[in-house]
């Protein structure tokens, strides 16, 4: 009588798994973004070539909720714009346009 083969725990493997059924390790992870997907820049969407300091409404969609600026890599706009938005964010608020610091925070 040959010996017995170990079968591997189900969902370790991915063989011994149902189609279209989680792994044991995959349950609660949320599904990764594709990588070779960029985001769209927002600005070039609105066809918006010069960025004012004037113009809040645009610059306060590049803050978080405590007044920072927010990084190209979460916006999605161009090191070139970037570059502008943030000197625009500070001329802003140099003029006391925009906070420094949001209002609950002070």
Same mark, same amino acid.
């Given at each position: 009588m040959?010996?017995?083969k170990k079968s591997a725990p189900p969902g370790r493997d991915g063989q011994n798994q149902r189609p279209g059924?989680?792994?044991q390790y995959g349950a609660n992870q949320r599904p990764k973004r594709d990588p070779n997907k960029k985001k769209v820049d927002p600005l070039k %969407?609105?066809?918006i070539t010069y960025v004012d300091?004037?113009?809040i409404r645009?610059?306060?969609r590049f803050l978080n909720d405590r007044g920072k600026i927010l990084p190209n890599r979460i916006t999605g706009v161009s090191t070139k714009y970037?570059?502008?938005i943030e000197n625009s964010i500070k001329h802003a608020r140099? %003029?006391?346009l925009l906070?420094?610091?949001a209002g609950g925070l002070k």
């Open positions: 040959p010996p017995k059924q989680q792994g %969407l609105r066809n300091y004037r113009d645009i610059l306060e970037q570059r502008k140099h %003029l006391a906070p420094f610091v």
